[in-house]
């Protein structure tokens, strides 16, 4: 794309360049970097000194910028570089950012902003409120549409195996909005009280909370909102969808396949699920303990799977892979997990009282555990059956229960928090030992366990040190039953015919697409990968099912590569960093009731409390912003949201560049002796701008700290400006006027309002300036010559200044306000450097755009063809970036032209050449 | 009246007008009124889903006529007529009803009679809009070409701009040589650069462009015409007398400033050592071995800043460059001699921006710098020894009284609007109330003038720097760019027409066009008013003040206004 002239910065100096420039019948693209066009001027009161109220005179120019038919807006927009071409022009790459709203699609209607469930500060009101992260600018951005602000995927969404949206049921939960949480995690899968409960959680571990005091307890609000949820609705509370004609048949009801079902079911495939046990669920029913995870709880999950129509056909293994898809199944899933335990292999094994984890836990939740009242068991094994099995082992009344384990407590499997529950409920632990012989009576029964002693050598394919032994000497633990946990394989043997069984008797398909050769063949989950734990398996169910969606849609299964179409995940030193203020939190209190000497099966687990729910998601901190709920893209009326697009980054060709990048406001927390930042009602000039202006945000001048209408305001001048002690020496030029203008309009909205202004010198240096300090005097403003040197804060609020009385005898006089405004200066925009990225564009000492001569050449930089408007290039009011906004544009057209009249000469003398 | 197809949206805004006007109802109202083919509402009538839809629906239904019920039309007339002119409706032919404004946002203690009351605006826009025509805007062909008035450094600065946009340009100077009052000083601030070397500069860039034509001795006589093409008699001054004739599209006005001449008294005034800034800068740079004055060597410069300005009843505003002038000229004095003492009796030293640096190296030069409150002014008496005396009261010192024995005073005087009666007369120039010429708007046109195709550029608007008054020519160029460039200007046809059957030509009309719009011209033996579509504003003025009804409005035709008021009226609100 080609234009005359690129604009980048859409305040009043990048919008009077573009209109300038437009209407000489250039080309012009203008690249704003906010949402809307408008720069500062937009968010103001009213001007000094017409007092025309700033929305209404900025407002037509805002959209005159859009609608000119010679000017191209790109809003949420950064150049990214700019660089000269062979041929003198400019390539400019420009940075569309994803705004995850269809500009031509939205009007603007807000109705996604009440549901949205983050707040943020709003930064078009100076942050003295919050605002969504699905948002409108402001009421008169123009264009008029909303955008919504993501950092990046919060990390307890992108970590989660599964692909729950956990940041964004957080949030909903943090909204009371309990059935919409449920409904979002139902949105991956249908096992919402079942990961609730057993979940591993790894977003707690990533939680950026977790790095300076406690997690959030995203598991436990899960859990919270199914309890809710199952109270009072029986099945998940989504409608079937129309039949779509397609069948899918899936092998196995464990959680990959329960997952698969559900999201097959949910885009109207007929979903048959295929059980070898008497009853579904997989591990969920037959390995998890009662005690961790109720039967009730697994059985509501499944209803959520049954209650879309899929059927479930227990007591049904499948052998016949390809007779299913005879049966006229589209689609067949393997998804049978890892249900066979690996064996000691060591002498002694065939000795009543040996058996193996899982035979255990599924005799258990058959109801035919053994009663071990009075006896020792030993479980061999580190991982997380080896801990079920023992506390179950303590429940059927085993007098003593030892994990033998053949690496160090810090090599375990097992989840360090089941290791510690384990402990809890008087599991001890033998660590570095390794059974060589199960030893048995004459009965045939066992009697005890021989064991060696280990020690860890160098680290094995798995990373882990590998364990070996420490001599030869052994020893005998002595016990009435051995459970062997030490791992669990697939059963596949019967698949071995249609699908590629490795070694390990996991089926080899494509790693990412989860195709087998034989095209209709799906496998999923610990069939394929081994033994991992439920969240994993119900990411897996998921890809499989979008994956046989796109198989039998016809579409290419170049899906999702990680589970979602996701951002990157935000970095957590920025949440951290951009937090204004930071409240620690106490940490979710401990919900778990663990006795040494666990009697029954009961769950050990409580659910949260409302309160504690509520105090437990009110403390997320919004990593991404966009907490990924989901809520806007329903509430919607355009269709306008779609969370999933992208930046889009363009190249353009220009003939001229003018740089508007306008001005930062100085940081007043760099004055900490005015203690901005720490006490509430110090405000800055622009805050004070945002309590005055039309769209104010309280409808009154307030104090922030206690709401307070303030009675003794105080201006503080040339805060950050002619001041060494920040490396700012120069003069802001307009923190004096807008003092008095907010003077004048305080003493308008406050009638009864002392009004104090703190100056060293008053910079009315202007046309009508100075009459226009005069008339703040005369209605009865108060100037008082002096700096002050240090803001102290009462307990009420109050605040103390301490400054010398220069007019009144130099005393080192105190004084108290309500209400104190800090007259902020102006600071170069810096992002300017970064601009061009083969020539220099020359800064001044103090970090402006360098004009080379700003006596009679006003608007040019060092750079043939760049030039700089507005305050990019040193500190402006309004009208002096319109006035040298207008100086910029005639130099930018006296360029152009030229450049033109060399293009034609050149042309001309071409041509004679030819003729020639 | 033929039938017309007219198509009516009323616009939620969002919940603005919904939320106390029941948009449905109004919808009902009008829907099945005469000509009437389709009525919707609509969530944001200005948001671009729906203005596509209205581009469809103009074009499906064949509408010739457009309404919409909305906001102010000071926000969106020009969306919707754009609309209109997208679909091929012509956009005159549409109608803005403001049922927010002036509606919804005035009555929201009262939806049901705001709601009757809406109905009554959308009735009168529909009926308006019954009796609209297409219009036409006026293309006026442009003059490539701009008269510059004032060869000062903002006028030289512009003349070389406008050349370099391609447009031609007369550039006059009332006086024989060019520069204006840059030219005549050495030294500037903030860069030192000599003010004469400037003006030298840009008087050779003038001399390379002949484009150009430079007039001296030359002054603005007469002009006619209107923006775009205004025809303009220069009188050139000289033995022989000899005018020149030439067609501009614009106007750049660029007079300067007089400088403020003290009263003999005023703050000693009249004595001698006691001199104005200009006269000391004078000194200076004659002085490079050291500053002599009466050939004894200056020992101590008092300064006295604000004279002339910041005076109430007097000249009320500041002048705004005398103080960084003043500091940089202590710096010139210390540069020539630091052992010289230099005082400054000041009220606030406005060296805004980076001018602030140049007063930090005042003071770090030695320069004192003494606050005097505003109504205990300096005082200055000759001394026995011939000295001068300066009394003043020094805030910063706990208001001491102190008197400074000094070899010179320098009254910082500052600037005051030049005489310029004819040329304000002849272009209708507006003068403000400290005597500059006035912009249309201080904030976001400052050059531009009520009077279309006339620019200020410079001191003749107000105070300023060098770089100020720079930047403004400047920007008078780009604003000349933006209308000539293209060669043609569109205008409003919204105009008023007369009638001449009707016309008696009484002259009423003439007298109260404030834009000189009305002449009297003879038609079929008859005396009739004309008026200059191109100079008319479309005030309305005239039409409101015929006796004989022979003028009417376009675009606000009687015929319209009668109907639209008629219909308003039909509805009575509780």
């Known amino acids: 794309m080609e234009y005359d002239a690129l604009v980048v910065g859409g305040g009043i100096g990048g919008m ?208 919270f909102v199914a309890d809710r949820h199952y109270e009072t609705m029986q099945g998940p509370g989504v409608v079937a969808p129309e039949p779509n004609g397609h069948r899918v048949a899936i092998v196995g009801s464990g959680p990959a396949g329960l997952t698969a079902a559900w999201q097959l079911a949910r885009l109207g495939y007929g979903v048959t699920l295929y059980e070898a046990s008497p009853e579904p669920g997989g591990f969920l029913r037959y390995a998890i303990p009662a005690y961790r995870l109720p039967q009730d709880v697994v059985e509501r999950d499944i209803a959520n799977v049954t209650a879309l129509g899929v059927e479930i056909v227990t007591n049904s293994p499948i052998t016949d892979l390809e007779a299913l898809h005879h049966d006229g199944f589209d689609a067949v899933l393997v998804a049978t997990g890892t249900p066979r335990s690996t064996t000691l292999g060591i002498p002694g094994e065939e000795f009543a009282g040996v058996q193996s984890g899982l035979e255990l836990l599924r005799d258990v939740r058959l109801g035919a555990g053994p009663d071990w009242t009075g006896q020792r068991v030993v479980v061999v094994g580190g991982g997380n059956v080896a801990m079920d099995a023992a506390r179950t082992a303590r429940r059927l009344g085993a007098r003593r229960t030892i994990v033998a384990y053949r690496r160090g407590r810090d ?100 790693p990412l697409t989860r195709q087998s050769e034989v095209e209709y063949l799906f496998a999923a989950g610990d069939v394929v990968n081994g033994a991992t734990d439920i969240t994993r398996a119900v990411g897996e169910g998921r890809r499989a099912a979008h994956m046989i969606d796109r198989f039998l849609t016809g579409r290419p299964l170049d899906g999702f590569v990680a589970l979602d179409d996701r951002l990157a995940a935000v970095d957590k030193a920025a949440v951290l960093a951009r937090q204004r203020t930071y409240t620690p939190r106490e940490a979710a209190p401990d919900t778990f009731s663990l006795s040494d000497g666990p009697t029954d099966f009961s769950e050990v687990e409580r659910v949260l409390s409302e309160v504690e729910a509520l105090a437990g998601a009110g403390a997320c901190l919004d990593c991404g912003v966009c907490s990924e709920c989901g809520q806007c893209v329903r509430a919607c009326p355009a269709d306008a949201i779609d969370l999933n697009a992208k930046d889009q980054v363009i190249e353009v060709d220009v003939g001229a560049v003018v740089v508007s990048t306008g001005y930062k406001l100085f940081a007043a927390d760099l004055k900490p002796e005015y203690g901005w930042g720490q006490y509430a009602n110090v405000i800055t000039g622009m805050q004070m701008d945002r309590l005055l202006a039309p769209t104010r945000p309280f409808n009154t001048v307030l104090r922030p700290g206690d709401g307070k209408v303030p009675e003794r305001i105080a201006y503080v001048s040339c805060t950050g400006s002619r001041d060494r002690t920040v490396d700012n020496p120069l003069c802001s030029k307009l923190c004096c006027m807008y003092s008095v203008k907010q003077n004048q309009l305080i003493m308008g909205t406050l009638p009864l309002a002392d009004v104090t202004m703190h100056y060293i010198d008053i910079r009315a240096a202007g046309k009508r300036y100075d009459e226009f300090y005069e008339q703040s005097r005369a209605m009865g403003a108060s100037y008082i010559k002096g700096r002050v040197s240090k803001i102290t804060e009462k307990d009420n609020g109050d605040l103390v200044l301490r400054y010398e009385d220069i007019e009144n005898g130099g005393a080192i006089t105190e004084a108290e306000y309500d209400l104190v405004v800090l007259a902020v200066g102006v600071q170069p925009n810096r992002e300017v450097e970064q601009l061009f990225t083969d020539e220099h564009l020359d800064l001044n000492e103090y970090y402006y755009v360098d004009e080379p001569d700003d006596d009679l050449d006003p608007g040019r930089t060092n750079i043939p063809g760049v030039f700089v408007a507005g305050a990019a290039a040193g500190a402006k009011d309004i009208v002096d970036s319109i006035t040298h906004a207008g100086a910029a544009v005639s130099q930018v057209a006296a360029y152009l032209e030229r450049r033109r009249d060399d293009d034609l000469i050149n042309q001309e003398l071409a041509t004679m050449e030819l003729s020639r | ?206 001399q390379e462009r002949p484009t150009i034509t430079l007039l001296t001795n030359a002054e603005l006589t007469a002009k006619s015409g209107s923006f775009g093409n205004y025809a303009v008699t220069i009188t050139v001054h000289g033995e022989s007398e000899s005018t020149v004739e030439a067609t501009v599209g614009s106007i750049v006005i660029a007079t300067g400033f007089d400088t403020y001449q003290p009263e003999i008294g005023e703050y000693g005034y009249g004595i001698d050592g006691v001199v104005t800034l200009a006269q000391f800068k004078e000194l200076v740079e004659a002085s490079p071995d050291g500053i002599k004055f009466h050939d004894r060597p200056v020992r101590t410069v008092t300064y006295v800043y604000c004279v002339g300005n910041r005076q109430p009843g007097g000249n009320e505003y500041c002048s705004k460059y005398c103080c960084s002038a003043t500091v940089h000229a202590s710096l010139e004095v210390s540069a020539v001699d630091p052992a010289i003492h230099q005082y400054h009796l000041y009220r606030d030293i406005r060296t805004y921006g980076k001018y602030e640096l140049l007063y930090e190296q005042s003071r770090k030069r030695g320069s004192v710098f003494m606050k005097f409150p505003d109504e205990t002014p300096p005082t200055v008496e000759r001394a026995g020894d011939g000295r001068l005396l300066v009394t003043t009261r020094d805030t910063l010192s706990g208001g001491v009284d102190v008197t400074i024995p000094s070899d010179l005073v320098v009254l910082v005087t500052g600037m005051v609007p030049r005489e310029n009666t004819e040329l304000t007369k002849m272009l209708h120039l507006p003068v403000g109330g400290d005597g500059f010429f006035n912009e249309i708007h201080p904030k976001l046109r400052p050059v531009e003038t009520v009077v279309d195709g006339v620019m200020i550029a410079g001191t003749c608007q107000g105070p300023k720097t060098i770089s100020e008054s720079v930047a403004s020519g400047l920007a008078a160029v780009a604003q000349s760019g933006a209308m000539l460039m293209k060669g043609v200007a569109e205008l409003d046809p919204l105009v008023a027409v007369v009638d001449a059957s009707a016309c008696t030509w009484c002259g009423e009309c003439q007298r109260v066009c404030p834009y000189e719009a009305i002449t009297q011209v003879e038609v079929d033996g008859h005396d009739v008013a004309s008026i200059d579509a191109a100079v008319c504003k479309g005030c309305g003025g005239c039409t409101s003040y015929c006796p004989s009804n022979a003028i009417d409005l376009l675009g606000a035709t009687d015929a319209q206004m009668q109907a639209l008021i008629e219909n308003l009226v039909e509805v009575t609100v509780p």
Request: glycine content about 8%; overall charge negative.
């Open chain 1, 16 to 223: 009077e360049s573009s209109l300038k420039l437009g209407d000489m019948g250039y080309k012009v693209l203008l690249v704003e970097k906010e949402p809307s066009v408008g720069g500062r001027m937009i968010l103001l009161s009213k001007v000094f000194p017409t007092l025309d109220c700033a929305s209404c005179i900025s407002g037509p120019k805002m959209s005159s910028t859009i609608n000119h038919p010679n000017i191209t807006t790109a809003s949420s927009s950064t150049v990214l570089g700019i660089r000269r071409t062979p041929e003198g022009r400019f390539l400019a790459t420009v940075k569309k950012r994803a705004t995850y709203v269809d500009p031509a699609a939205c009007t603007g209607c807000q109705e996604c902003e009440p549901v949205c469930t983050v707040a943020v500060p709003d930064q078009f009101n100076a942050d003295l409120v919050p605002r969504r992260a699905a948002f409108l600018a402001f009421p008169q951005a123009v264009p008029k549409k909303v955008v919504i602000e993501r950092a990046g995927t919060s990390p307890c969404t992108d970590t989660c195996p599964a692909g729950i949206k956990a940041h964004g049921y957080v949030a909903l939960i943090r909204n009371g909005r309990y059935e919409e949480a449920f409904q979002l995690v139902l949105e991956a899968t249908p096992l919402v009280g079942t990961l609730g409960r057993a979940c591993y959680a790894p977003c707690e571990n990533e939680c950026t909370r977790d790095d300076v005091e406690s997690s959030i307890p995203i598991r436990r609000l899960k859990r």
């Open chain 1, 411 to 510: 090599e375990m499997p097992a989840m360090a928090s089941e290791v510690q529950d384990a402990a809890h409920e008087g599991v001890a632990f033998e660590f570095l030992v390794a059974p060589v012989e199960v030893l048995g009576d004459e009965h045939g029964r066992v009697t005890g366990v021989r064991c060696q002693r280990m020690v860890l050598g160098a680290p094995d394919a798995s990373g882990r040190r590998r364990p070996e032994p420490a001599d030869h000497s052994t020893f005998v633990i002595e016990c009435d039953a051995v459970i062997g946990a030490i791992g669990m394989v697939p059963d596949t043997e019967d698949f071995a015919t249609t699908l590629r069984v490795g070694a390990d008797r996991r089926v080899a398909v494509d």
């Open chain 2, 1 to 206: 009246m033929s039938e017309r197809r007219i198509g009516v949206y009323i616009c939620h805004c969002g919940g603005n007008i919904s939320d106390y006007v029941d948009v449905a109802a109004v919808r009902d109202a009008v829907k099945d009124l005469p000509d009437v083919v389709h009525a919707e509402t609509s969530l944001f009538a200005c948001s671009d889903g729906t203005q596509q839809d209205m581009i469809k629906m103009i074009r499906d239904q064949n509408l010739d006529g457009l309404v919409v019920a909305s906001c102010s039309p000071k926000l969106h007339l020009f969306t919707f007529r754009g609309v209109s002119r997208r679909a091929g409706l012509n956009p005159f032919e549409y109608t803005q009803a403001n049922i927010r404004e002036q509606c919804s946002w005035a009555h929201t203690d009262d939806r049901a009679g705001a709601t009757t009351k809406a109905i009554g605006l959308v009735k009168g826009a529909i009926a308006k809009t019954r009796e609209s025509s297409a219009l036409e805007p006026m293309a006026v062909q442009t003059t490539p070409a701009s008269l510059v008035v004032g060869a000062g450094i903002a006028g030289l600065r512009a003349a070389i701009g406008l050349a370099d946009l391609g447009l031609r340009v007369y550039l006059l100077e009332q006086s024989a040589t060019v520069g204006g009052w840059v030219g005549q000083f050495g030294p500037t601030f903030p860069n030192d650069r000599d003010g004469r070397e400037m003006v030298a500069d840009l008087l050779e860039q003038i």
